[in-house]
């Protein structure tokens, strides 16, 4: 019988918040999942340390845009110069996801911008990147469906949500081999862009490296 990568009271001592329900499923779409992509336990370590920050403890697998008008400006200084720009936006994700992701990231259809807003344990965002997604299941599981209906999957499924994010870390950004050498302050820029969330990243690496031995 082969071991698993973790248990589920060992998830609950990494993720303190994790209702059991959760915990169950997940564990189960990590054991059966994570090995599909060459993890073993070492490279488990930085996978799940980003994973479980990215995703709020495995409670998050959805872009959140109900943002107010402050936060818009934070997050898009560029895009909303003036508090009255971003007032347009506050509060309303989807007027907000198709003003920010139109006319990238392949998305050209009028509601691609939040068709494709960010999906998964970590995010997968825009047309382009899902279509990524959708032929890399097809090719490697024969599991074939539309960009836009993983888009919806992504939100809700755990098994289906863990391909998505072992895709992200060890297919699209090839992080395994950085993971193999504990790099994880290269991780966390690729994964993240910057340095965004370093500490509780951090955190949760010491605890899977102290929990799983």
């Not at 248990?7 to 959760?22: A, F, G, R």
């Not at 403890?57 to 895009?79: D, I, K």
């Not at 990147?129 to 469906?145: H, P, S, Y």
């Not at 994880?184 to 010491?206: D, P």
Request: charged content about 25%; glycine content about 6%.
């Amino acid at each position: 019988m082969t071991t698993p990568l973790i248990t589920v009271e060992q998830l609950q001592n990494i993720c303190s918040q994790i209702p059991e329900e959760t915990a169950i499923k997940v564990t189960d779409a990590i054991n059966k999942v994570c090995p599909l992509y060459g993890m073993n336990t070492d490279i488990l370590h930085e996978f799940l340390a980003n994973v479980i920050h990215e995703s709020a403890e495995f409670t998050r697998y959805e872009e959140n845009l109900n943002y107010s008008a402050a936060r818009v400006m934070e997050v898009w200084p560029s895009r909303f110069k003036t508090l009255a720009d971003a007032e347009q936006y506050a509060r309303k994700p989807e007027k907000l996801a198709c003003k920010v992701y139109n006319g990238r990231l392949g998305n050209f259809h009028p509601m691609d911008g939040w068709d494709f807003r960010g999906a998964g344990p970590i995010q997968i965002t825009g047309r382009e990147n899902f279509t990524r997604f959708a032929f890399w299941m097809g090719l490697e599981f024969q599991i074939f469906k539309a960009a836009q209906e993983w888009a919806r999957i992504l939100r809700t499924d755990h098994e289906f949500g863990m391909h998505s994010a072992c895709w992200v870390f060890s297919v699209y950004m090839d992080l395994n081999d950085e993971a193999e050498e504990d790099e994880m302050r290269t991780i966390i820029k690729r994964i993240n862009g910057g340095y965004t969330g370093e500490s509780e990243r951090n955190k949760y690496y010491r605890l899977c490296k102290q929990i799983l031995k």
